[in-house]
């Protein structure tokens, strides 16, 4: 099993970047995928979650109507739309494969920094 992630940077408050997330090593589409976050000195951070067929969603509070998910699961390829972004979305952004009742396998990450 492998996830890559990529598609962060450094971008300023209001900015946009999309987040993608290379699966390989199982099959993609029979699995619900999330994104985790951490910034830096806390803890990991559930962002949002997509079911196997992509068609139902969840966000975190703190992001809701600002970040939406997606998957393609003929590109094996799991997607973070962010907008609007501010400087408390700056942090380490994981893809994670949703075993039962845990994450299973994670990402490398891929950093995000809001800032002006």
């Known amino acids: 099993v492998q996830l890559v992630e990529s598609g962060g940077g450094m971008v300023q408050p209001g900015g946009s970047l999309r987040l993608s997330c290379a699966a390989s090593?199982?099959?993609?589409?029979?699995?619900?995928m999330s994104w985790v976050r951490q910034a830096p000195g806390k803890g990991p951070e559930w962002v949002s979650a997509i079911n196997t067929g992509g068609g139902s969603t969840y966000y975190a509070d703190s992001v809701k109507g600002r970040f939406t998910i997606s998957r393609d699961n003929a590109k094996n390829t799991l997607y973070l739309q962010m907008n609007s972004l501010k400087p408390e979305d700056t942090a380490l952004y994981y893809c994670?494969?949703?075993?039962?009742?845990?994450?299973?396998?994670w990402g490398q990450g891929t950093q995000v920094t809001v800032s002006s």
């Open positions: 090593g199982f099959t993609f589409s029979s699995y619900a």
């Open positions: 994670a494969r949703d075993g039962v009742g845990t994450y299973d396998y």
